[in-house]
C-alpha cells in the first residue's frame, strides 16, 4: 500500500482511491456471482448495512448490561437457528466470528463434558472422516488434544460416513481398553457437499455414549429448504453443530455461529470472570455472550444477521438456496452430456467433474486437469476451485452465493468447454 500512514494524513478520496487499487481490485472478487470455488461467501448489502450500524452505534454485544437489546437480539437469532436444527429448549450458543471458531468452542466444550482430562487424552479416540473440514484438526490442536487418537472413518462412493464403519471402529477400539469420546460428522463437506448420514451416526454416538459434533459450517442452512431437511435428518440429535452464515446465508465473512444441545455445557467451559465485572452480573435471566464463549469485547455480530432476516424474512433466503441445489443439479447433467467425467449427482451444491483425454493414463488425466484448473483462473471470466481425492484430481464448482445464477453457471460451462477444445479435447456439441 503506497500511501504511508502520516502525521497529518491526507483527504479521504486519495485514501479511497489506494482502496479501489489496491485493496479492492487485485485478487479474486469474492462478492461475484462468478465465484464458485472453495466456498463461497456472497456479501448481502442488508447485512453489510447490518454492520454500519452496529459499528457505527458500536454497542456493546458481549454483555447483557451495557446492551440488553444486543444480547437479547443475537440470544433470539441463535433460537432461531436451533428450532431450524431441531434442538430443544435447553440448546443454547452465539454467533463466532466463522466456522472454524464455532468448530473451536464446540470441541472444548466436549472436551469438559467429557472430562477429557492431559491424563487421558492419549486414550480418548477421536472419529472423523478423510473428509472432516481441517479446522477440526486445528481444534483438536488447539484445544490440547493433538494427541488424541483420530480415527479416519471409511466413506461411501458418494464420500459419507459408512456408520457400520464407524461402530466397528469404536467397538475395537473400546475392546483395546480405550476410551471413544467424540465424533465429528459433516453436513456438507468441502471437496464435495457429502452430508454424512446423521440418523445412524447419532444412535451409534448415542449408543457409545460419545458427543456427536456436526460440522455444518457449509451445508447448516440448506435445512430451510425440503431437499436439505431430508439429508440432514438426525442433526437434531447431535451435541452441538457449527453453522456459517457467511456461507449459505450470504452474510459478509466474519458470520459463525456454535450451538450445544444444552447450553450449560457451554457455560462450564467458559464460565470464567474477573472482579471488575462485578456491576455487570445482573439477575436478567439472559445468558450473555460473554459467559458461554471465549470472547468478551466483540463485534454486535447480530444485527448483519438480523437486518437481513427480519426485513426479507426468510422467504428469499430459501428460494435463494433452492436455486443453487437446482443449479447444481443443472451443472452435473449439462457437463456429463458433454462428455465430461462427472463425481457422484450433487447432495448439496457443490459438483466435482473432470476432462479425461481419450486413452489417457491415470496420471496424464491428472496432469490435463491440474492445466485446466490452471487455464481457467488464468482465463478469469468465472472462479473454479480443484481438490485431489484419493489420488484422482478433481475440478469443483461450489454454487453458494446469492448473486449466482444460471447465467453464470453457463458461462462456466462455456469457459470449460472452450479451454477444453483448445487443448485439442473433442467435446459433445450441445
Ligand atoms: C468453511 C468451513 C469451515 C470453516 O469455516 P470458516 O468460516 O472458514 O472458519 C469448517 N467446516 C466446513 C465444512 C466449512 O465448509
Redesign the pocket.
Given at each position: 500500500l503506497d500511501l504511508p500512514i502520516t502525521e497529518a494524513g491526507v483527504p479521504l478520496p486519495e485514501a479511497l482511491a489506494v482502496l479501489e487499487r489496491e485493496v479492492l481490485r487485485p485478487g479474486a472478487a469474492t462478492a461475484s456471482g462468478f465465484h464458485m470455488a472453495y466456498?463461497p461467501g456472497g456479501g448481502l448489502y442488508h447485512g453489510a448495512l447490518g454492520d454500519y450500524l452496529a459499528a457505527a452505534t458500536n454497542k456493546y454485544s458481549g454483555v447483557y448490561f451495557p446492551a440488553p437489546g444486543a444480547v437479547r437480539m443475537e440470544n433470539q437469532l441463535v433460537r432461531w437457528a436451533a428450532d431450524l436444527v431441531g434442538y430443544p429448549a435447553t440448546a443454547g450458543g452465539h454467533t463466532a466470528s466463522?466456522?472454524?471458531?464455532a468448530?473451536l468452542t464446540a470441541i472444548a466444550t466436549a472436551r469438559d463434558a467429557h472430562g477429557v482430562s492431559s491424563a487421558r487424552v492419549t486414550r480418548a479416540v477421536v472419529y472423523v472422516t478423510g473428509q472432516a473440514?481441517h479446522?477440526i484438526a486445528k481444534a483438536l490442536h488447539l484445544t490440547g488434544l493433538g494427541e488424541a487418537p483420530v480415527r479416519r472413518i471409511a466413506i461411501d462412493p458418494e464420500h459419507r460416513m459408512q456408520p457400520a464403519a464407524l461402530a466397528d471402529a469404536i467397538a475395537t477400539d473400546r475392546a483395546n481398553g480405550l476410551e471413544p469420546w467424540l465424533v465429528v460428522a459433516?453436513a456438507?463437506?468441502?471437496d464435495t457437499g457429502a452430508v454424512d448420514p446423521l440418523d445412524a451416526i447419532a444412535t451409534i454416538a448415542r449408543d457409545a455414549d460419545c458427543w456427536l459434533h456436526v460440522?455444518a459450517?457449509?451445508g447448516g442452512f440448506f435445512l430451510l429448504t425440503g431437499q436439505g431437511r431430508a439429508l440432514l435428518r438426525g442433526i437434531e440429535r447431535s451435541d452441538s453443530v457449527?453453522l456459517?452464515p457467511?456461507?449459505c446465508l450470504f452474510l459478509p465473512y466474519g458470520s459463525?455461529m456454535v450451538l450445544v444441545r444444552d447450553v450449560q455445557q457451554l457455560r462450564v467451559t467458559h464460565a470464567h470472570t474477573g472482579s471488575y465485572m462485578q456491576d455487570t452480573h445482573g439477575a436478567s435471566g439472559e445468558l450473555s455472550p460473554a459467559d458461554i464463549s471465549p470472547e468478551l469485547s466483540r463485534p454486535f455480530r447480530a444485527l448483519r444477521m438480523w437486518l437481513p432476516l427480519v426485513t426479507l424474512g426468510v422467504a428469499p433466503f430459501r428460494a435463494a438456496l433452492e436455486e443453487k441445489l437446482l443449479l447444481a443439479r443443472h451443472f452435473h447433467a449439462r457437463l456429463g452430456g458433454l462428455g465430461f467425467e462427472m463425481g457422484p449427482e450433487p447432495q448439496l451444491s457443490v459438483v466435482i467433474y473432470r476432462w479425461v483425454p481419450p486413452g489417457a493414463t491415470a496420471q496424464a488425466a491428472n496432469e490435463f486437469n491440474r492445466w485446466l484448473i490452471k487455464a481457467a483462473l488464468e482465463d478469469g471470466r468465472v472462479f473454479l476451485s480443484s481438490t485431489t481425492l484419493e489420488g484422482t484430481v478433481w475440478l469443483r464448482l461450489a454454487v453458494v452465493t446469492h448473486r449466482t445464477h444460471l447465467r453464470e453457471v453457463e458461462l462456466a460451462i462455456r469457459v470449460l468447454v472452450e479451454l477444453v477444445r483448445q487443448a485439442g479435447g473433442t467435446v459433445a456439441s450441445r
Open positions: 466456498i466463522g466456522g472454524s471458531l468448530n473440514h479446522s459433516s456438507g463437506t468441502t460440522d459450517a457449509y457449527a456459517d457467511h456461507k459463525g
